[in-house]
């Protein structure tokens, strides 16, 4: 068979049962095609078990950054029968699907006479090769010949992974590799013709998450305190795996409410702290989200989202967290909250989440999402140039008295502050109503002196944010916050093909609400289309509420899938096209 | 410097707004003299607290002070204490605050072994919410919360810690200030995670535990070595029924602590370490 296109960009799915390796597959081809010099991303869809079920993962490839994951791909390896079964008819025309013939029948599948199926005896090779395990091995290799691409890269990658179980086990899998590659050249014809070819840059492979973790670490993180949920779970692995490189203290807490305490203690007494959950853990931390606000204590909360309400879809996507984000805790106090987009937003706003917290001396809640924290990535980060650090007000020596006013009404709201163990800083903190040192109060004048002074910080705050992000120019705006970011921008070009022209509006800091900014921006509106990942549509509930502006149209997934480019390019163009 | 500090240097002017007679002035008293005794800068010492009629404490003693959540006292001063593992960190816990609604961070905290001395003020009922039934309250007491005597068998703070892992267990009485004093003084001075269970009669709510019935009922040991030379005698004698209560220093011994077992405390608390340029070159390397 000949292909019909020569393509720029390669998608690839996995499946199989869980504890098949799955995501091996895709992560192992997205580092090898990432040291090759090609831009990769992978995304993932498992069950909440450890065994058996129906997983699958994606790996997009291509020469320049992949904006968007799509649900219909080049090329398949199948694990198991069920694989094949689901995902036949997701197979592109000219596509193939590697599988085992000796193991899976496929007689009874109806499989679309457009795709290709190619049998590669993978179970039996991977014994050969002297482990069974290595079967999805075997699987990359039959990849990279379909794709032609060199197998070298994988074998680095191969020496990465499995150097540290010695070199007998590296050898095995180098051996399954070729094994699989060499089957595909001897007795295969199909090809998947592309021109993906890597510029040889060097690039690195990062999940969200990791991106957060570096974030944290390039902040000067000190201390990480989390009790392990879904998919926030590998922010306290990854810095746990890297706290005795970077000098980071890192506790699994008996839960989340002890988690963000400590952390609250910790950001009190002078050191970033930081603690990392997803929905249900953030829900427990309400009162001390409050505690912060309240002793203006600094601290940064992560919530990498997963679809709700209550244990919910713990494996999937979603942005239900944004109102409980803006809202939790009891009474009015100052808290920033910010939403990323990708991983260079993970790494970046981390950076900025630290200095915000500790210059407004308030809670920060980070919000991410399945589909950003689970995602790999190749990235080009720079990382020899220094970061900002700003470590906020330190109260002088020569003001630390003994008689400290560590809560000074001041015209920006900020108190300078001490630490415990400064020298005449002295004062105590409470979760009361207090006066400017402290000290307990219950009289009008003085609660008023005090709420007025927290509350001037947002002002403050407010005013230092930067504006929302914008991409492109057009009378058509499309507002997103969160990991609808690269979707959305692979809608922009996809629609630009199509004739249709939009601006993306990406909300990273959610509140304080940059108003001005934001009525800024959409003056010159002809149409506000609206795309997120929640049933009610909370950030555009809270456009409305803080600019009046309601949108025309509302793009909304919540069935805890992530939206691709094209999904949402065929939603806005449905609305266009009707005007 | 300042080497000979006396009580005058831990007093605030402001006078605590216990009702008179409280078993909290006798503890605040003796914190104050154990202070003094072990030398402890002002500067260099937190008491935190939680929420309850005991955790106002902090607003009467002049060193650092944070009076946090209901219950969250220990989680905050893990926080704190990892953050400068210098300083000296007392948790100040009520009866309900730290064995009700802070249960499940009391126990894991002992596990910890941080060097923090945890004092616990019980007086068998939840004082600032006007006297109901606390976790420590005898099995039958009758409160407003549990008009019909309390169905619930009550807590044992001190067996609790020892089963935890504390590595400094005592039981001391509010109104005996000799004796509290060197209970915690010993406590501070003891390298490791401490537990100070001190019997404080509530002179308002509580008409069961008063002075008098402690006064006749307590037995107090001596304070120059441990009731108990082993932990599993120690909670033997916990859980066994006594004809009196006893006091003093009930087991002691010294394990590893949380702070000498994390290498990360090796170049200096982690607030005074330098985070204005960090190479993250090593990080990146693995993931390309």
């Known amino acids: 068979m000949t292909p019909k296109t020569v393509k720029n960009k390669i998608h690839i799915l996995a499946g199989g049962p869980a504890g098949t390796g799955i995501e091996s597959i895709t992560h192992s081809l997205a580092l090898a095609l990432t040291r090759e010099g090609l831009f990769a991303i992978t995304t993932s869809e498992y069950q909440n078990i450890i065994r058996g079920g129906h997983s699958f993962a994606s790996v997009h490839v291509g020469n320049t950054e992949i904006l968007s994951h799509q649900n219909h791909y080049d090329l398949m390896i199948a694990?198991?029968?069920?694989?094949?079964?689901?995902?036949?008819?997701?197979?592109?025309?000219?596509?193939?699907?590697?599988?085992?013939?000796?193991?899976?029948?496929?007689?009874?599948?109806?499989?679309?006479?457009?795709?290709?199926?190619?049998?590669?005896?993978?179970?039996?090779?991977?014994?050969?090769?002297?482990?069974?395990?290595?079967?999805?091995?075997?699987?990359?290799?039959?990849?990279?010949?379909?794709?032609?691409?060199?197998?070298?890269?994988?074998?680095?990658?191969?020496?990465?992974?499995?150097?540290?179980?010695?070199?007998?086990?590296?050898?095995?899998?180098?051996?399954?590799?070729?094994?699989?590659?060499?089957?595909?050249?001897?007795?295969?014809?199909?090809?998947?013709?592309?021109?993906?070819?890597?510029?040889?840059?060097?690039?690195?492979?990062?999940?969200?998450?990791?991106?957060?973790?570096?974030?944290?670490?390039?902040?000067?993180?000190?201390?990480?305190?989390?009790?392990?949920?879904?998919?926030?779970?590998?922010?306290?692995?990854?810095?746990?795996?890297?706290?005795?490189?970077?000098?980071?203290?890192?506790?699994?807490?008996?839960?989340?409410?002890?988690?963000?305490?400590?952390?609250?203690?910790?950001?009190?007494?002078?050191?970033?702290?930081?603690?990392?959950?997803?929905?249900?853990?953030?829900?427990?931390?309400?009162?001390?989200?409050?505690?912060?606000?309240?002793?203006?204590?600094?601290?940064?909360?992560?919530?990498?989202?997963?679809?709700?309400?209550?244990?919910?879809?713990?494996?999937?996507?979603?942005?239900?967290?944004?109102?409980?984000?803006?809202?939790?805790?009891?009474?009015?106090?100052?808290?920033?909250?910010?939403?990323?987009?990708?991983?260079?937003?993970?790494?970046?706003?981390?950076?900025?989440?630290?200095?915000?917290?500790?210059?407004?001396?308030?809670?920060?809640?980070?919000?991410?999402?399945?589909?950003?924290?689970?995602?790999?990535?190749?990235?080009?980060?720079?990382?020899?140039?220094?970061?900002?650090?700003?470590?906020?007000?330190?109260?002088?020596?020569?003001?630390?008295?003994?008689?400290?006013?560590?809560?000074?009404?001041?015209?920006?709201?900020?108190?300078?502050?001490?630490?415990?163990?400064m020298k005449g800083g002295r004062y105590t903190s409470t979760s009361y109503e207090h006066d400017e040192h402290g000290k307990p109060v219950e009289e009008t004048p003085e609660v008023k002196v005090m709420m007025e002074k927290r509350w001037r910080k947002i002002k403050t705050l407010e005013k230092e944010l930067p504006d929302p992000k914008v991409f492109g120019s057009s009378k058509n705006k499309v507002m997103i916050w969160g990991g609808t970011k690269n979707p959305t921008l692979e809608a922009q070009n996809i629609l630009q093909k199509k004739g249709f022209d939009i601006e993306v509006i990406q909300m990273q800091y959610i509140l304080p609400f940059k108003t001005d900014a934001v009525q800024e921006i959409l003056k010159d509106r002809e149409n506000l289309i609206m795309v997120e990942g929640n049933q009610s549509g909370q950030l555009e509930g809270v456009l409305t509420e803080f600019t009046g502006i309601t949108p025309d149209y509302s793009i909304r997934s919540y069935y805890g899938r992530p939206m691709t480019g094209e999904w949402i390019a065929q939603e806005i163009e449905k609305y266009l096209s009707k005007l | 410097m300042n080497t000979e500090r006396t009580v005058k240097d831990y007093s605030t002017k402001a006078i605590p707004s216990w009702c008179p007679g409280c078993g909290d002035f006798g503890i605040l008293t003796a914190l104050k003299k154990a202070l003094v005794e072990i030398n402890a800068d002002p500067d260099e010492t937190l008491v935190v607290s939680g929420i309850g009629c005991g955790s106002l404490l902090p607003y009467w003693i002049n060193t650092y002070g944070s009076c946090t959540l209901h219950g969250r006292a220990i989680p905050f001063a893990t926080g704190s204490k990892i953050a400068n593992h210098k300083n000296n960190i007392i948790v100040n816990v009520g009866d309900g605050d730290g064995l009700g609604i802070g249960m499940g961070h009391f126990v894991h905290f002992f596990r910890r072994n941080l060097d923090v001395m945890?004092?616990?003020?019980?007086?068998?009922?939840?004082?600032?919410?006007?006297g109901q039934t606390s976790p420590t309250a005898k099995k039958g007491t009758k409160t407003s919360s549990t008009p019909f005597g309390s169905i619930e068998d009550y807590v044992n703070g001190a067996s609790l810690a020892l089963q935890m892992g504390a590595t400094f267990v005592a039981r001391a009485y509010s109104a005996d200030a000799p004796g509290l004093t060197e209970i915690m003084k010993q406590a501070m001075n003891h390298n490791g995670a401490a537990f100070v269970d001190i019997l404080q009669p509530c002179v308002t709510f509580n008409k069961q535990e008063t002075y008098d019935f402690y006064n006749k009922n307590i037995d107090k040991n001596d304070l120059t070595a441990p009731i108990c030379s082993s932990r599993s005698e120690a909670i033997t004698f916990c859980n066994t029924p006594q004809e009196k209560i006893p006091t003093g220093i009930i087991f002691q011994e010294e394990l590893p602590t949380y702070e000498e077992q994390v290498p990360q405390f090796k170049k200096g608390p982690l607030a005074h370490q330098d985070i204005s340029q960090i190479d993250v070159t090593d990080f990146m390397e693995r993931r390309s």
């Not at chain 1, 991977?126 to 290595?134: Q, R, T, V």
């Not at chain 1, 032609?148 to 990465?160: A, I, N, R, W, Y």
């Not at chain 1, 900025?352 to 991410?368: G, H, R, W």
């Not at chain 1, 220094?386 to 920006?412: H, W």
Request: negative net charge; glycine residues 10%; hydrophobic residues 35%.
């Open chain 1, 79 to 421: 694990m198991d029968k069920n694989s094949v079964q689901q995902h036949c008819t997701e197979i592109d025309e000219g596509g193939a699907i590697i599988y085992d013939g000796e193991k899976i029948n496929i007689d009874d599948i109806d499989i679309p006479e457009t795709v290709e199926m190619i049998h590669v005896p993978i179970a039996r090779m991977a014994k050969e090769s002297g482990l069974s395990l290595a079967a999805n091995v075997v699987g990359v290799g039959a990849v990279f010949a379909i794709i032609g691409q060199s197998p070298e890269q994988m074998k680095t990658v191969l020496e990465t992974i499995f150097t540290r179980k010695g070199k007998e086990v590296v050898e095995i899998n180098h051996r399954a590799l070729q094994a699989g590659y060499d089957y595909v050249k001897e007795n295969v014809t199909h090809q998947i013709s592309n021109q993906l070819k890597g510029d040889e840059k060097k690039r690195f492979l990062m999940g969200g998450n990791e991106a957060i973790a570096l974030g944290c670490i390039r902040s000067g993180l000190k201390f990480l305190s989390a009790y392990p949920m879904t998919p926030g779970s590998t922010i306290l692995t990854t810095l746990a795996k890297e706290s005795q490189n970077y000098d980071i203290v890192v506790v699994h807490a008996e839960d989340e409410i002890s988690a963000v305490n400590m952390a609250i203690g910790a950001g009190h007494s002078g050191i970033r702290a930081a603690t990392g959950t997803s929905g249900g853990g953030f829900a427990l931390m309400g009162e001390a989200v409050s505690l912060a606000g309240q002793i203006e204590a600094p601290v940064v909360i992560f919530d990498a989202q997963r679809p709700g309400p209550s244990t919910g879809l713990p494996t999937r996507t979603g942005q239900g967290d944004l109102r409980m984000a803006m809202h939790c805790g009891q009474g009015d106090f100052p808290r920033l909250v910010i939403a990323a987009g990708d991983h260079q937003d993970c790494v970046d706003l981390t950076g900025e989440a630290f200095n915000y917290a500790e210059k407004y001396q308030l809670p920060v809640i980070f919000l991410t999402e399945k589909y950003i924290a689970d995602q790999y990535r190749t990235c080009e980060f720079d990382i020899t140039k220094n970061i900002n650090i700003d470590r906020g007000k330190i109260a002088p020596p020569s003001e630390l008295d003994g008689n400290f006013m560590r809560y000074k009404d001041t015209p920006d709201g900020i108190s300078p502050r001490s630490v415990p163990g």
């Open chain 2, 118 to 130: 945890v004092i616990c003020d019980n007086n068998g009922v939840y004082g600032l919410t006007k």
